[in-house]
């Protein structure tokens, strides 16, 4: 199991200026926040970090692939992804993640973990409706497709459009607007 501990950067011992930081990351990542919506993962975040006297600015970026199942078949496909996150590290009192883009940590830190800023930005970056690409083009075929194409409503013919039921035809007279 992933451990959280490898998304500790250990920004005390680096030197003013622009840092690259790489991770890979792996079903097992999602696996230790209990989030089960992927098949597999493979993606790769880079981390730039920006070290200045008082604060610290990180770019994360991520791309990569996520076996995913479809929401019509549910037929596994890779669904590839791609993310950015930027967030702005200040020192202050105490810990404070409140602000979606500013992360207030205690002076004394030595270390920032990314770990869930890198889970948040990933789960995000897969669209709400996974849809197989074969579906969409027309090339899928499973039996989930052909179930649903036998349950399509069929198109009525335009001779049974003009014949009414007869019992709703009395209900026709009622009509005053005529």
């Known amino acids: 199991m992933t451990t959280r501990k490898e998304f500790s950067i250990p920004f005390s011992g680096l030197k003013i200026g622009a840092h690259t930081f790489e991770f890979q990351i792996k079903n097992k990542f999602f696996e230790s926040f209990e989030y089960h919506e992927f098949n597999e993962a493979n993606i790769s975040v880079q ?29 596994p496909f890779d669904q590839a992804i791609t993310a950015s996150l930027q ?4 020192f202050g009192e105490e810990f404070n993640d409140e602000d979606d883009e500013i992360l207030v ?24 409706k996974r849809i197989h690409p074969g579906v969409e083009d027309g090339s899928l075929q499973s039996e989930a497709l052909r179930k649903l194409e036998e349950l399509q409503p069929k198109e009525t013919n335009k001779n049974d459009k003009d014949k009414t ?7 026709k007279d009622l009509l005053t607007d005529k």
């Open 165 to 171: 039921d007869p019992r709703w035809d009395a209900l």
């Open 87 to 90: 967030l702005v590290v200040k």
């Open 47 to 75: 981390v730039q970090l920006n070290k200045m006297t008082t604060v610290m600015e990180l770019d994360m970026s991520a791309e990569g692939t996520v076996n995913v199942a479809c929401d019509l078949t549910n037929e």
């Open 105 to 128: 940590i205690p002076h004394g830190e030595h270390q920032l973990n990314i770990a869930q800023y890198i889970y948040e930005m990933l789960v995000l970056a897969v669209p709400p």
